[in-house]
Every structure is written in C-alpha cells, then in structure tokens.
C-alpha cells in the first residue's frame, strides 16, 4: 500500500512541476504589462486592454474600424465581421 501512495504522491509532484513551469512562463510574458501597470498606476487588466486596442489601430492597412471587432469583445457584445480593405 505504500508503494501505491509514493506513485501518487510522484505523480503529484510531476504535475505540480509541470503547472509551476506554465504559470512561469504566462508571468514571464505579463511581465510588461505588469510594469506599465504599476508606472501609471492601473490594473494588469486595463493596460493589456489599452495596449490590445493600440496595436490593433496602429496596424498598417487598417483603419480605426477595424478593432470595432475588438472593443465589442471587450465589451462582450458580439464579433463585428470582418473589416474588408480594398
């Protein structure tokens, strides 16, 4: 019976590994969104949507209706289709 608890307890501590290296690397990546976040004084939430919002204006090609699609998201209404630029 002993065995069978050491098996499981390994295996929780592989899987525990495993969750530990992912939640990392998602902090790794907030990782300037964090530090805008605390230079203006905001939440982690609010930057990373301000910054969703300028990237997608500041796509070359599109103009500024092209995020409607992301800002009703945002918003949780439904997706705009598609902006078709000649």
Same mark, same amino acid.
């Given at each position: 019976?002993?065995?069978?608890?050491?098996? &499981?307890?390994?295996?929780?501590? =592989?899987?525990?590994? *495993?969750?530990?290296?992912?939640? +990392?690397?998602?902090? #790794?990546?907030? !990782?300037?969104?964090?530090?805008?976040?605390?230079?203006?004084?905001?939440?982690?939430? &609010?930057?990373?949507?301000?910054? =969703?919002?300028?990237? *997608?204006?500041?796509?070359?090609? +599109?103009?500024?209706? #092209?995020?409607? !699609?992301?800002?009703?998201?945002?918003?949780?209404?439904?997706?705009?289709?598609?902006?078709?630029?000649?």
């Amino acid at each position: 019976m002993l065995r069978v608890e050491a098996k &499981a307890l390994a295996d929780l501590k =592989i899987e525990k590994a *495993a969750f530990e290296g992912e939640r +990392r690397k998602v902090e #790794a990546g907030l !990782g300037p969104v964090r530090y805008l976040a605390t230079l203006l004084g905001a939440d982690n939430e &609010a930057i990373l949507r301000w910054f =969703i919002l300028v990237v *997608a204006l500041a796509r070359p090609g +599109r103009g500024p209706f #092209a995020a409607g !699609g992301f800002v009703s998201a945002m918003r949780g209404g439904a997706a705009a289709p598609p902006c078709r630029t000649p």
